[in-house]
């Protein structure tokens, strides 16, 4: 097993498997009366946020603790790093307090990789900058086995900013390792031109969402990241909406066992409308529940066994 | 020039197999849990069987088969899997966790019988003791088991014995069946020749 997890090309097909099968199980355990196991009793976990979460912080937290994990949370606002403290001495810090692992969520892309040079523990990639967020993708693909039975095979169009996005980039390499196929969708200023290539070969790219909706299991539509609008990414919003947005009428072109993904938090009747969101097809809230089982299997996985 | 060559170890000979159970007499030997467990139980009723993965679960299925052919009663069957419950985890590299499957209808205010195929240092045993408790809270938890080796670690007995095997710390007994590894037997490996 892997000591961090920083990317979603650290993962080979059956570490992956291994991970969703651990989290079906860790799924199964949520039902019961008592939800805490004592699996990383004694085993200190520090959440290192530099830029706002709430479902990413939570669902960390929340999977660590049912594993008995202590848990520490530190969000830069309020700490020193607003009197200037560096990421490295924040590190030494945590190390000096023992930390086993830190899930760290920071603006620049790379920090996790930095930071795994520095500490002893397992790092966690919670999301950095625009670059990856991998268990959100192993969360994405967790939710497509247990609504559509498999991964390998299926037709998954990711649908937005994949510019911007450190979602469509770990979820491109998760789901090209598991066996989909993976169509980029969204309009050329926000397609790197050769993310396909450059990512997986053998993803594909298309700047017409009509085109691709008729052959698609996975819709998973990507949030417009409002901070960006200024940039003339797309004339307007409205626009955007009327090109690359789900609404009703597109998802009744779906077939008829496809899903819609939206990894949150969503903008309702930008990307996606609110009629599609709260539809049966919608898995959004799903996901949410998954991420808990996911986190709890990746860090089980990572804390559980030997210390190395 | 070439370097003088290592020191060879002595050549390690094969370890002694010794068979304690054929196959036949593993199926005797269930069926005489099964009547025991009717017996103490006074029929069954209100009782689940509870395996621990991996041998311990085929033959909670198996015992309730039989105590099925002698008396006509379901009982109800599942698996425990305490991977998660284990002391040792950190003194091993990461195990998987396997499946858990408790009866629909619960455990709670049962008797529990856990059902395990050897009884060693006994840590097994605690561990699905703890595991249980997160579950429910069982009216009275009893335990069987195919082997006892002995070597005991913590205050831990079992309420139906299969065989009792005394053995040497170095041996090994090692439970083989037709559900997981093709073939019923149970063999002593490494002991005097």
């Known amino acids: ?207 017409d969402l009509d085109a691709v909706l008729p052959t698609a299991d996975v819709v998973m539509m990507l949030r417009v990241q409002r901070e960006r609008m200024a940039d003339s990414y797309f004339p307007s919003a409205r626009e955007y909406a009327r090109r690359y947005g789900l609404d009703g009428p597109r998802m009744r072109r779906l077939p008829d066992h496809a899903i819609v993904m939206h990894p949150g938090p969503m903008n309702r009747g930008m990307e996606i409308a609110p009629e599609v969101a709260d539809s049966s097809r919608s898995t959004i809230v799903e996901q949410v529940t998954n991420g808990v089982s996911v986190r709890m299997a990746v860090l089980y996985l990572l804390l559980g066994g030997m210390d190395r | 020039m070439a370097y003088p060559q290592a020191a060879q170890p002595p050549p390690v000979p094969p370890p002694s197999v010794k068979v304690i159970l054929t196959s036949a007499e593993l199926a005797r030997v269930v069926d005489r849990i099964a009547h025991q467990i009717l017996e103490k139980t006074q029929g069954a009723a209100g009782t689940v069987l509870l395996g621990i993965p991996t041998r311990g679960a085929p033959l909670a299925r198996r015992l309730a088969a039989r105590i099925n052919a002698f008396e006509g009663i379901d009982v109800p069957v599942g698996v425990l899997d305490i991977t998660l419950y284990r002391d040792d985890l950190r003194r091993h590299a990461v195990r998987a966790i396997g499946p858990t499957d408790v009866p629909a209808e619960g455990i709670d205010g049962k008797r529990v019988i856990l059902v395990d195929d050897v009884l060693f240092s006994g840590r097994t045993v605690r561990a699905a003791l703890d595991a249980l408790s997160d579950i429910g809270r069982p009216s009275s938890v009893q335990l069987a088991v195919l082997v006892d080796r002995g070597h005991r670690e913590l205050p831990i007995r079992a309420d139906y014995v299969g065989k009792n095997i005394p053995t040497a710390l170095a041996e090994s007994v090692r439970v083989t069946l037709a559900e997981t590894d093709g073939a019923d037997e149970v063999k002593l490996i490494g002991g005097p020749a």
Not at chain 1, 30 to 41: F, I, N, S, T
Not at chain 1, 126 to 133: C, F, K, L, M
Not at chain 1, 139 to 161: C, E, F, H, N, P
């Open chain 1, 1 to 207: 097993m892997l000591k961090h997890l920083l990317s979603g090309a650290d993962l080979d097909a059956a570490t992956a498997t291994l991970i969703l099968d651990t989290a079906g199980e860790m799924a199964r355990l949520a039902g019961r009366e008592v939800k805490k196991l004592p699996a990383l009793r004694g085993r200190t976990v520090v959440n290192l946020f530099y830029e706002d979460s709430t479902r990413t912080r939570i669902s960390f937290e929340a999977a660590a603790k049912r594993l008995s994990a202590d848990v520490i949370n530190f969000s830069a606002k309020g700490s020193s790093v607003s009197k200037g403290e560096s990421l490295k001495d924040t590190a030494l810090t945590l190390q000096a307090m023992g930390a086993d692992a830190v899930v760290i969520r920071h603006p620049a892309s790379g920090a996790p990789h930095t930071l795994a040079n520095w500490i002893d523990g397992s790092v966690l990639n919670a999301g950095d900058g625009t670059h990856e967020h991998p268990t959100q993708a192993l969360l994405d693909a967790y939710t497509m086995r247990s609504r559509l039975g498999r991964v390998a095979g299926l037709s998954v169009a990711v649908v937005g900013d994949v510019l911007h996005s450190r979602v469509a980039r770990s979820n491109v390499l998760l789901l090209a390792t598991l066996g989909a196929k993976v169509t980029l969708v969204g309009p050329p200023t926000l397609i790197p031109v050769d993310i396909g290539t450059a990512l997986a070969p053998g993803t594909e790219v298309s700047y």
